[in-house]
């Protein structure tokens, strides 16, 4: 079953004009949503179960519940995509830019929000693209700006492009990127719901959270909540690369394992090798091996197999990967995209990433593995999952999965390194 | 008082106000969490991550950081267990990886937040063996301030402090993470009046300022509290001697006043006390009018001679005194009583023409004092470009703003203060009476000022918003205010100790301690201390001037004062001075007006005695010595003594501390201080005078002298800034590279309209007289405006009249 690519599935060359969004059926649930109460909106989504499609995976209705009584009040769409893997919200912005379009308008109803903003990777031109001449379709005609469809309900969205940082995709560092200041993220409490953009109230939503609202508001919250396991409900885009033979965004039902999605949708490994690893959900995530591959893909079983869903990318790695290097990749992302403002992250990040270096050029000591563990040890204190952390936002301790993942699943390999100079 | 909670803290249960962020409650209370990036007067931001500690709650016990942490009640809190001790152990390994350990070539070294910490709270060791970050050794970002970006920790104090707390945001964090810097903009300064509090609040060596840069080791120096005396806010500060030479003020947290910060002005001044053109011995007129250095005696017996052939001949009310603001209260006094007593005048005056009525100054009610500005709802500034005139006080109602108070501000040009303002009203100069007529009569246009200003408490900042406005204004806008929801009022004037000088008498219109010269009482009270007293009218600063000029007046004694300069007609105070039969100058340099005395005596200055001053709130504060002075420099105080004996008197000036009992029993105003008070006990942030309601002699109440407008088509605005041509930044290398080139400025529609091209050159002419000065734009001024800051060179010989005249040069 599918809720998301139906409609670019089944017309891949047009799905993102306005023409064909309306042949397909779309607006009607915006019809349907102004003629509803607000909170009426509210408890069919609290009843849907969904949750957040960004990586944390909390519960969208329970977030909207947040919101506190001030006005103005804003709808911020994070369409700030940047973690190695994830590339899902790209095709929902680029492929069916109306779909975000009606989440949008529907929630921001729903909040009571007349100004919604979508702020989109600064490396995402053609999306951005595609939402901008969707945007000003809908205003021509009139879903979005002043009384919608005659319901009296005014709404405005800004596009925004982002300036290249990771960091952004934090949701309150995305509200000082909004805001023209640096992208570094805020101290919390406050949190956004309370204290967002420019001081005032704010959600902020995946663009594939929003984008699940139309049919949420046609179907109904129950509907939603049957699709799936329980506390994975509804369907769910993944973005499958690494050593597979067929990568790319696949949504599905969750409840299915890692092993069939790899199987199945992947295609397999390439050239018939073996897997070794895989990251179940983005470059945040702790890393998977082979034994993993019967966890079921659901938020709840991943977590309590010691890693997250996150934001659905799932990055495989055949036997013939050098998990030091692959560490080091992912480390050096971390430290390169740290926004630098607090200690243990902008310190500890490259710190670790020049221990890995040393390491993959065969300058590593006996003593770096333990000096590995220690420093991440003081990003994540304890090791723990889900991590502890001495930094302002989960950054600091997204580096150290890696360096975990390494030196609790393959740790010979790493020790043969240090003693051999040569990864084996 | 706020509501009280208990927390515990290792163990201790403590209690502490409700709210209080936990790292300053914790210190409070004996329990110091290290931290960088917190300091008590600017917001939390949590970033270094220093301060961690584990706090116990619903969730388990959760490390978190302590600087963004109000308490609550019943909170348990953890600062030394085994996971804070690794969490702080780590961060400072974290911060130290990078940092260069140049330890012994620095600074800051061996004064050092980095230093201390990593001793108390670091690791004992280094376990980093990769290359450290490398950035170019410092980078000048001003002409004051150097930047290392290798022993920055981007603790972000710099850049909040210019932002949050002085509103000039010139530095800034660039790039990100491991290459996270802080930088200047391109092509644009660190040029922030307020760019040392920077490097006095770097806690590591990133920041030093050049006047300082090498010259000491921090354990070598010798501290020694003072108060700054470069204008009449009173700043709390410490000067640091070595080898007794002053090498640098350091800004003291004084609750009441300064909280801390100094301006550079204030701060570098100090390179002026170091300057070899200090006067360090007595000169005397030769028959060939040239100064020439001469021995105490000598010099004694000459001025003592003049001053008494013309008191013989003339009369003492031929001779006028001008000065004492610059200098201690006991200065002051002594040189109000040498004028009234061995002298036997009535004109004498600390103010130099640029000032206001000295009753309102120090006997308005009702007075106010700074720290009103945090619970005013509403602060109303008719004045002076605090920013310009009085920094630190302007640093306090900038503060007063961000936390909510509305801001009025009423100027003929642009002030620091204006994007922190509700309001904004811009007059033209001369017009001010109108605007205030319409402000009172609530004029529709003014209809949204007047509904902010009802609202009580109100602080009314009231002073002469330059030198060609008419002093009564500030007088009637004053009467004005007061009438407002619970008003306070602060009247504003700006140089140094001129209200200490004020509440010693020196003025025509006061005696010591706040008392009227026209009350009898306090004459007769007086003369029982002093023996005698002139009865004469006495003339201010203008007036002694013109009677200099015009013969009425044959001699001048003045100390600490330099009226062809300061004067707003300088050219007029040149003439009176070469006019004058007999002129006695009191000095630390030799100024344009010492130069046209015949006698110039030595004086001790700031650093090299002890004292006390008074501020704009009335506050007295001490001044102590940290340092000897250069050669045969005296106290003012013991050289008026001198000269008193010549002439066959005496004012009792044997010693400050003799003075300053004199002072307490007879100026009714200061009654009930004591020394051992300002210098160990309550008095140690100064004293806000009269300590009883009722020592307060004059209950001055303004009132609206109905003053008519000045119209005029182009009216002069003429206003000090703060690097001007004065004895400070003039004789302090690093400050006096910092003095704006002399200019007129026009809004630009004048400037289109009289054919002015920005840079072109115009003669500007007053009734007074007139200088030929480049013209920039400022389209900040009224229309209609020209404004010429005074005391850079040229503003001084425009005079004080409203009416311009610009002719196009080229």
């Given at each position: 079953?599918?809720?998301?690519?139906?409609?670019?599935?089944?017309?891949?060359?047009?799905?993102?004009?306005?023409?064909?969004?309306?042949?397909?059926?779309?607006?009607?649930?915006?019809?349907?949503?102004?003629?509803?109460?607000?909170?009426?909106?509210?408890?069919?989504?609290?009843?849907?179960?969904?949750?957040?499609?960004?990586?944390?995976?909390?519960?969208?209705?329970?977030?909207?519940?947040?919101?506190?009584?001030?006005?103005?009040?804003?709808?911020?769409?994070?369409?700030?995509?940047?973690?190695?893997?994830?590339?899902?919200?790209?095709?929902?912005?680029?492929?069916?830019?109306?779909?975000?379009?009606?989440?949008?308008?529907?929630?921001?109803?729903?909040?009571?929000?007349?100004?919604?903003?979508?702020?989109?990777?600064?490396?995402?031109?053609?999306?951005?693209?595609?939402?901008?001449?969707?945007?000003?379709?809908?205003?021509?005609?009139?879903?979005?700006?002043?009384?919608?469809?005659?319901?009296?309900?005014?709404?405005?969205?800004?596009?925004?492009?982002?300036?290249?940082?990771?960091?952004?995709?934090?949701?309150?560092?995305?509200?000082?990127?909004?805001?023209?200041?640096?992208?570094?993220?805020?101290?919390?409490?406050?949190?956004?719901?309370?204290?967002?953009?420019?001081?005032?109230?704010?959600?902020?939503?995946?663009?594939?959270?929003?984008?699940?609202?139309?049919?949420?508001?046609?179907?109904?919250?129950a509907a939603y909540a049957a699709i799936g396991p329980e506390g994975s409900s509804g369907t769910r885009l993944f973005s499958l690369s690494g050593h597979v033979r067929r990568p790319g965004n696949h949504e599905i039902v969750m409840g299915m394992t890692f092993g069939e999605l790899i199987e199945d949708l992947g295609g397999g490994i390439r050239d018939g090798r073996a897997i070794k690893a895989f990251i179940p959900g983005g470059a945040s995530a702790p890393w998977?091996?082979?034994?993993?591959?019967?966890?079921?893909?659901?938020?709840?079983?991943?977590?309590?197999?010691?890693?997250?869903?996150?934001?659905?990318?799932?990055?495989?790695?055949?036997?013939?990967?050098?998990?030091?290097?692959?560490?080091?990749?992912?480390?050096?992302?971390?430290?390169?995209?740290?926004?630098?403002?607090?200690?243990?992250?902008?310190?500890?990040?490259?710190?670790?990433?020049?221990?890995?270096?040393?390491?993959?050029?065969?300058?590593?000591?006996?003593?770096?593995?333990?000096?590995?563990?220690?420093?991440?040890?003081?990003?994540?204190?304890?090791?723990?999952?889900?991590?502890?952390?001495?930094?302002?936002?989960?950054?600091?301790?997204?580096?150290?999965?890696?360096?975990?993942?390494?030196?609790t699943h393959f740790r010979d390999e790493v020790e043969a390194l240090v003693t051999t100079g040569v990864s084996s | 008082m706020s509501e009280r909670v208990t927390i515990t803290v290792d163990g201790i249960p403590l209690e502490v106000d409700a709210g209080e962020l936990l790292i300053k409650a914790a210190e409070d209370n004996g329990t110091y969490i290290p931290r960088f990036c917190w300091h008590p007067r600017m917001k939390p931001v949590g970033m270094c991550r220093m301060c961690l500690v584990e706090v116990e709650g619903p969730r388990g016990i959760l490390l978190t950081t302590s600087c963004n942490m109000p308490v609550s009640d019943g909170m348990v809190v953890h600062t030394e267990s085994e996971t804070v001790?690794?969490?702080?152990?780590?961060?400072?390994?974290?911060?130290?990886?990078?940092?260069?350990?140049?330890?012994?070539?620095?600074?800051?070294?061996?004064?050092?937040?980095?230093?201390?910490?990593?001793?108390?709270?670091?690791?004992?060791?280094?376990?980093?063996?990769?290359?450290?970050?490398?950035?170019?050794?410092?980078?000048?970002?001003?002409?004051?301030?150097?930047?290392?970006?290798?022993?920055?920790?981007?603790?972000?104090?710099?850049?909040?402090?210019?932002?949050?707390?002085?509103?000039?945001?010139?530095?800034?964090f660039q790039s990100r993470g491991n290459n996270t810097q802080v930088l200047t903009f391109p092509d644009e300064p660190f040029a922030s009046y307020f760019s040392g509090n920077t490097v006095q609040i770097c806690p590591v060596g990133a920041l030093t300022s050049k006047p300082y840069r090498f010259r000491a080791r921090p354990w070598d120096l010798e501290k020694t509290e003072s108060t700054c005396p470069h204008c009449s806010v009173g700043c709390s500060i410490e000067v640091h001697t070595s080898q007794n030479e002053v090498i640098r003020y350091q800004g003291v947290d004084n609750d009441d006043v300064n909280w801390g910060w100094l301006c550079d002005k204030g701060r570098y001044s100090f390179e002026s006390v170091n300057s070899a053109e200090r006067l360090d011995t007595p000169l005397i007129r030769n028959a060939s009018g040239q100064l020439e250095p001469a021995s105490w005696p000598d010099a004694m017996e000459a001025a003592a001679t003049g001053l008494a052939?013309?008191?013989?001949?003339?009369?003492?009310?031929?001779?006028?005194?001008?000065?004492?603001?610059?200098?201690?209260?006991?200065?002051?006094?002594?040189?109000?009583?040498?004028?009234?007593?061995?002298?036997?005048?009535?004109?004498?005056?600390?103010?130099?023409?640029?000032?206001?009525?000295?009753?309102?100054?120090?006997?308005?009610?009702?007075?106010?004092?700074?720290?009103?500005?945090?619970?005013?709802?509403?602060?109303?500034?008719?004045?002076?470009?605090?920013?310009?005139?009085?920094?630190?006080?302007?640093?306090?109602?900038?503060?007063?703003?961000?936390?909510?108070?509305?801001?009025?501000?009423?100027?003929?040009?642009?002030?620091?203060?204006?994007?922190?303002?509700?309001?904004?009203?811009?007059?033209?100069?001369?017009?001010?009476?109108?605007?205030?007529?319409?402000?009172?009569?609530?004029?529709?246009?003014?209809?949204?000022?007047?509904a902010a200003i009802n609202e009580g408490p109100v602080v009314g900042l009231v002073g002469r918003t330059g030198l060609t406005e008419d002093p009564r204004l500030a007088e009637a806008v004053a009467a004005f205010l007061r009438e407002l929801p619970k008003a306070t009022l602060m009247p504003l004037a700006r140089r140094s100790n001129v209200y200490g000088a004020l509440d010693m008498g020196v003025s025509p219109r006061l005696l010591p301690g706040r008392v009227s010269s026209a009350s009898e009482s306090g004459k007769a009270a007086l003369r029982e201390h002093w023996g005698s007293l002139p009865d004469d009218f006495g003339r201010d600063t203008i007036g002694i001037i013109d009677g200099l000029a015009d013969g009425h007046l044959k001699g001048l004694v003045m100390m600490g004062s330099d009226p062809v300069r300061?004067?707003?007609?300088?050219?007029?105070?040149?003439?009176?001075?070469?006019?004058?039969?007999?002129?006695?100058?009191?000095?630390?340099?030799?100024?344009?007006?010492?130069?046209?005395?015949?006698?110039?005596?030595?004086?001790?200055?700031?650093?090299?005695?002890?004292?006390?001053?008074?501020?704009?709130?009335?506050?007295?504060?001490?001044?102590?010595?940290?340092?000897?002075?250069?050669?045969?420099?005296?106290?003012?105080?013991?050289?008026?003594?001198?000269?008193?004996?010549?002439?066959?008197?005496?004012?009792?000036?044997?010693?400050?501390?003799?003075?300053?009992?004199?002072?307490?029993?007879?100026?009714?105003?200061?009654?009930?201080?004591?020394?051992?008070?300002?210098?160990?006990?309550?008095?140690?942030?100064?004293?806000?005078?009269?300590?009883?309601?009722?020592?307060?002699?004059?209950?001055?109440?303004?009132?609206?002298?109905?003053?008519?407008?000045?119209?005029?088509?182009?009216?002069?605005?003429?206003?000090?800034?703060?690097?001007?041509?004065?004895?400070?930044t003039r004789f302090g290398p690093s400050l006096e590279r910092l003095v704006g080139a002399p200019m007129a400025y026009l809004h630009p529609d004048d400037a289109a309209r009289l054919g002015i091209p920005d840079g072109g050159e115009v003669d500007v002419e007053t009734v007074q007289g007139s200088a030929r000065v480049q013209v920039g734009f400022d389209p900040s001024l009224a229309p209609g405006t020209v404004f010429v800051p005074f005391n850079q060179g040229i503003g001084q010989n425009l005079g004080s009249a409203v009416e311009v005249k610009l002719e196009v040069v080229s």
């Open positions: 079953m599918k809720i998301l690519t139906s409609r670019m599935d089944a017309h891949p060359s047009d799905s993102h004009t306005i023409s064909r969004y309306l042949a397909t059926g779309g607006y009607r649930s915006l019809k349907k949503a102004l003629s509803m109460e607000p909170a009426d909106i509210i408890a069919e989504v609290k009843a849907s179960n969904l949750r957040g499609r960004g990586g944390a995976g909390f519960p969208c209705g329970v977030k909207w519940g947040f919101l506190a009584d001030v006005h103005p009040r804003y709808l911020v769409v994070n369409g700030d995509e940047s973690e190695p893997g994830t590339f899902k919200d790209r095709q929902l912005l680029e492929r069916d830019p109306h779909q975000l379009l009606e989440g949008v308008i529907i929630s921001s109803h729903a909040l009571g929000v007349n100004h919604a903003f979508i702020y989109i990777r600064g490396e995402y031109p053609k999306p951005a693209r595609r939402v901008q001449q969707a945007l000003a379709d809908a205003y021509a005609s009139g879903y979005v700006g002043r009384n919608i469809l005659g319901s009296g309900f005014d709404l405005d969205i800004t596009v925004h492009l982002g300036a290249g940082a990771y960091i952004c995709g934090e949701e309150t560092a995305l509200l000082n990127s909004l805001e023209g200041r640096r992208g570094e993220p805020r101290l919390k409490p406050p949190f956004p719901a309370v204290e967002g953009l420019y001081g005032k109230p704010t959600i902020v939503n995946n663009v594939e959270t929003l984008s699940n609202m139309p049919w949420i508001v046609e179907n109904g919250g998977f091996t082979a034994d993993h591959l019967d966890v079921p893909v659901t938020i709840d079983d991943v977590a309590k197999a010691g890693s997250m869903l996150g934001s659905g990318a799932i990055v495989v790695m055949d036997e013939t990967t050098d998990v030091v290097k692959a560490a080091l990749s992912v480390v050096s992302f971390f430290a390169h995209e740290s926004c630098g403002q607090c200690t243990p992250c902008r310190e500890g990040t490259t710190w670790l990433e020049n221990m890995l270096r040393r390491l993959t050029v065969g300058q590593g000591r006996a003593v770096d593995l333990d000096l590995l563990l220690d420093v991440s040890d003081n990003i994540s204190p304890g090791l723990a999952w889900p991590p502890r952390q001495t930094t302002i936002c989960p950054l600091g301790p997204s580096a150290v999965s890696p360096v975990l993942s390494i030196l | 001790k690794k969490a702080q152990e780590g961060i400072l390994e974290f911060l130290l990886i990078n940092h260069p350990l140049d330890c012994p070539v620095c600074d800051r070294g061996g004064e050092c937040p980095l230093q201390d910490q990593t001793l108390s709270h670091g690791p004992g060791e280094s376990r980093f063996v990769e290359e450290k970050r490398h950035f170019e050794k410092p980078i000048p970002i001003s002409d004051l301030v150097l930047l290392d970006r290798e022993r920055c920790i981007l603790c972000a104090r710099c850049t909040r402090f210019s932002d949050e707390v002085s509103g000039d945001p010139l530095i800034e052939s013309i008191v013989e001949a003339h009369g003492g009310n031929s001779v006028a005194g001008i000065g004492g603001a610059r200098g201690s209260n006991e200065s002051a006094y002594a040189f109000g009583k040498f004028m009234r007593t061995i002298i036997g005048t009535n004109h004498l005056d600390a103010q130099l023409g640029d000032g206001l009525d000295p009753h309102f100054l120090v006997g308005s009610t009702p007075r106010g004092v700074i720290n009103d500005l945090d619970t005013a709802k509403t602060i109303v500034l008719w004045g002076p470009d605090l920013k310009e005139e009085l920094p630190v006080l302007y640093l306090r109602v900038r503060h007063a703003a961000q936390q909510g108070a509305k801001l009025i501000v009423i100027h003929p040009r642009r002030t620091g203060l204006d994007d922190r303002a509700t309001f904004k009203v811009v007059y033209k100069p001369g017009e001010g009476p109108a605007l205030l007529n319409k402000l009172v009569e609530g004029d529709p246009g003014l209809a949204e000022v007047r300061d004067v707003p007609s300088g050219n007029r105070a040149a003439e009176a001075l070469s006019r004058a039969e007999f002129v006695v100058a009191i000095d630390t340099f030799l100024n344009d007006s010492a130069a046209a005395a015949d006698v110039v005596f030595p004086a001790l200055g700031f650093t090299e005695q002890e004292g006390t001053v008074t501020n704009l709130e009335g506050r007295v504060q001490k001044v102590t010595q940290a340092a000897p002075g250069p050669g045969q420099a005296r106290p003012d105080w013991s050289i008026l003594e001198d000269l008193a004996h010549r002439m066959g008197g005496s004012i009792g000036a044997t010693s400050v501390n003799v003075l300053f009992k004199e002072i307490v029993t007879v100026a009714p105003a200061y009654r009930g201080l004591t020394w051992v008070d300002l210098e160990f006990g309550e008095g140690r942030d100064g004293l806000v005078m009269p300590l009883e309601e009722g020592d307060q002699p004059i209950q001055y109440v303004a009132v609206d002298p109905g003053l008519a407008p000045t119209k005029a088509p182009l009216a002069l605005h003429s206003a000090r800034t703060l690097y001007d041509d004065g004895v400070h």
